[in-house]
């Protein structure tokens, strides 16, 4: 028995352990992965503290079905010469129509949008209301509003691309409304619209910010946004009996916290 | 310390021309590029003379001109040893770092060089052609007798006919009669009011109150149609802007009066020129006053103290 054991043992040691250590000693990856998945979190935590994964998942789920859309979606305003309407329109009419399971994955994507900026607003509001926000997570507040905006603007540049008369007249209020900001805002719509009025070259564009642009942003923040709760920790509610914050740490030279002092280590 | 020697592989001497070099391959390529022959040659020029220079360089030593290289100097650093003088009797190290300081200023400042001249360019094209070569080709309407005297006529035409659907505009269309021009020596001249459709509000689309004479619907061979409409004001759907006949507004958020477009007579034709906006109207018809301003987005002012908001908008820039 003690044989059979200090086998498995063994084979667990090959097969496992060895080529983890192999890859951390490397990469650092396996403790990074402890550090990030295996942290303490205020006991009194509850589910109003999931909404930010609850928004990542949403994220998670617009990104894979949007990559797939674009297998299939054509953002061009030209007239399909064989169903008579615009080749965007049409592209999604065949998405919905046509293709096994398309109306699902547009749905998912159409009704996902909604959901995602919803959870913002409900993630906002709970971080909000538990100070979560304060001394030392400014800055995962000011990173969430970043993705707050560019979550908004991702609704935004999706909502033309259906290529009707609903995402048409649409975009073009939402594209005026921006002219009337002061000094530039009447740049901005012209950069937006690609002319005086909404052209042929908005639609790519507009596609272009939609699927490239702002998701990139969006995934670059999440990351700072998720580094920094990581290192942070969760907050505990307000009427915990733990601690929320830290203490703000006594003075020091200034530059001696960052290392930027000869003679300072840095750090905590 | 006895055979630091081997640490002193043969490296040939410093020499600034391989920077020259570069330049002159980069200019080459440049020039092959833009299929300039001017800066290919300079290029070359520069390739030869620098490469010369350079090979010169690295051959010395081996055809026996050693250079005097003088003695590397050092500048002693401004700032003072750190108060934390633990060792006050051992000699602190030689503050040394003008020549890494150096290295480290110039490259950040080929890199911020070199991001510049490849992100300007790109910066350019993403920014420039929604305001550059903007010319909407004139729209040719058709004859004017397709237009009934004191009668608006909804015309939808293609602002750009290569664009496709897409540039299909509406303008309310009037024909006021022929009238004396003094611009002409009081010759006698077709008039029309144009109304183009965006609402000044916010750009929806705004339609004639009143029906339209759809037996009397003309379609035109460049795609140009037109339906006359028994209508004396116009309301937008969207956020409820009513304009009166001649395009002021009358109820609801729009900021200015309709915006106009020029128009030519052409061969018995009416074309349909550039868009421009109106701050009021007063008088109708052919004896109306426009106060005409340069075109801006639906939403801008044009007139009064809100339009030191919008100081310098795009039509004003290019065109």
């Known amino acids: 028995m003690a044989k059979a054991k200090s086998r498995r043992h063994s084979v667990v040691d090959t097969v496992v352990l060895q080529p983890l250590d192999w890859v951390d000693e490397r990469t650092a990856a396996v403790r990074g992965t402890k550090w990030f998945l295996f942290r303490n979190v205020p006991r009194d935590s509850a589910w109003a503290q999931t909404l930010g994964s609850a928004t990542l998942t949403a994220f998670i789920v617009q990104a894979v079905t949007g990559v797939i859309l674009a297998m299939y ?59 979560a926000y304060k001394y030392p997570r400014e800055l995962s507040w000011l990173t969430g509003v970043l993705l707050l905006v560019t979550g908004m603007l991702l609704g935004f540049t999706g909502y033309l691309l259906p290529w009707d008369q609903t995402a048409y007249w649409a975009t073009v209020v939402g594209i005026n409304l921006n002219a009337t900001a002061p000094f530039l805002g009447p740049w901005l719509a012209q950069f937006l619209a690609s002319g005086y009025e909404i052209t042929g070259d908005a639609l790519p564009k507009w596609y272009s910010l939609h699927m490239l642009v702002l998701p990139g942003a969006v995934i670059g923040l999440i990351f700072v946004h998720v580094y920094l709760v990581t290192r942070l920790g969760v907050s505990s509610p307000p009427w915990s009996s733990e601690r929320a914050g830290r203490e703000r740490p006594a003075a020091q030279p200034a530059g001696a916290r960052a290392g930027l002092v000869r003679g300072s280590g840095g750090g905590d | 310390m006895s055979d630091t020697g081997h640490d002193n592989p043969h490296v040939p001497g410093p020499s600034l021309w391989p920077i ?11 020039g092959l590029v833009l299929s300039s022959w001017i800066i290919s040659a300079v290029g070359l020029v520069l390739v030869i003379v620098f490469g010369i220079l350079w090979a010169r360089d690295v051959t010395r030593e081996v055809r026996g001109e050693v250079p005097e290289i003088e003695p590397e100097t050092r500048a002693v650093a401004e700032e003072p040893a750190p108060p934390t003088a633990a060792a006050p009797a051992a000699p602190a190290p030689l503050p040394t770092y003008s020549r890494s300081r150096f290295l480290e200023a110039t490259t950040i400042g080929i890199g911020a060089a070199i991001g510049a001249i490849v ?28 237009f009934p005297k004191d009668t608006f006529v909804i015309a939808t035409y293609l602002a750009q006919p290569e664009q496709g659907e897409v540039s299909r505009r509406t303008s309310f269309i009037r024909y006021n009669g022929l009238v004396e021009n003094p611009a002409s020596g009081g010759r006698l001249e077709p008039s029309f009011t144009i109304l183009y459709s965006r609402c000044v509000h916010l750009g929806c ?20 149609v037109l339906r006359p409409v028994l209508a004396q004001s116009f309301g937008c759907p969207c956020h409820g802007g009513l304009y009166n006949s001649e395009g002021n507004r009358q109820a609801g958020p729009p900021v200015r009066s309709m915006d106009r477009q020029e128009y030519y007579i052409r061969e018995g034709r009416l074309v349909l020129g550039p868009n421009f906006a109106v701050g009021n109207v007063s008088g ?36």
């Open chain 2, 20 to 30: 020259g070099f570069a330049i002159g391959i980069a200019l080459l390529l440049l």
């Open chain 2, 284 to 319: 109708t018809g052919a004896d109306a006053k426009i106060a005409r301003y340069p075109w801006s987005q639906p939403g801008t002012h044009v007139d009064g103290v809100e339009a030191w908001l919008y100081p310098i908008v795009p039509s004003q820039v290019i065109d």
């Open chain 2, 205 to 224: 689309p705004v339609q004639p109150n009143g029906p339209i004479d759809e037996q009397a619907t003309k379609e035109l061979d460049n795609g140009v």
């Open chain 1, 73 to 131: 979606y054509e953002p061009s305003s030209r007239i399909d010469p064989v169903s008579g309407k615009p080749v965007a329109y049409t592209s999604i009419e065949h998405i919905t129509n046509d293709l096994t399971l398309g109306w699902l994955v547009r749905g998912m994507h159409r009704w996902g949008a909604s959901v995602f900026v919803i959870l913002l607003f409900l993630h906002m509001g709970r971080v909000f209301l538990y100070g």
């Open chain 2, 119 to 146: 992100t300007v360019p790109v910066l350019g094209f993403t920014v420039l052609p929604s305001f550059t070569n903007l010319d909407e080709t004139d729209a040719d309407l058709g004859p004017i007798e397709n």
